[in-house]
């Protein structure tokens, strides 16, 4: 008894780059090498494979990049905000202590020695000639 088996497989044609053989391998292989680069032989026994990236490789090695770089993007971002905030809690405080003392002075508060004055301006003059007011 005889069984009859009809397979249909595409093959696509490659050049050996050693010798120069042309042969034929199944396509569904091949596109298995292109991915794998694992190594298939001609039929004169030279070693081939595919060494360059397939275009899914390439996708998401470029994925992976501006993944990296989103997240270098997000880092920068939150350390410029975390920046910013000490910054305005540095004003804040700065204002504070300015208007503390510009109270302090209305009052006639004296900035240098702490001491009270019903005549603050006549007292800067006389006791502290070199004070000025952007110190």
Not at 10 to 33: K, Q, S
Not at 60 to 82: D, G, P, S, T
Not at 89 to 96: D, F, I, P, S, V
């Amino acid at each position: 008894m005889t069984t009859l088996i009809t397979l249909e497989t595409t093959l696509e044609l490659i050049t050996c780059v050693r010798c120069g053989v042309a042969f034929a391998a199944p396509a569904d292989m091949l596109d298995r090498r292109r991915h794998d680069h694992d190594v298939f032989y001609c039929p004169n026994g030279h070693n081939l494979s595919f060494p360059q990236q397939s275009d899914a490789e390439k996708a998401q090695a470029e994925a992976e990049k501006y993944k990296k770089l989103w997240k270098q993007e997000q880092a920068y971002a939150a350390n410029a905000l975390e920046e910013r905030n000490a910054a305005q809690k540095q004003l804040r405080a700065t204002k504070g202590v300015l208007t503390r003392t510009k109270k302090r002075i209305a009052n006639g508060v004296c900035p240098c020695c702490n001491r009270s004055f019903a005549n603050l301006n006549e007292h800067m003059h006389m006791e502290h000639p070199d004070y000025t007011t952007e110190d």
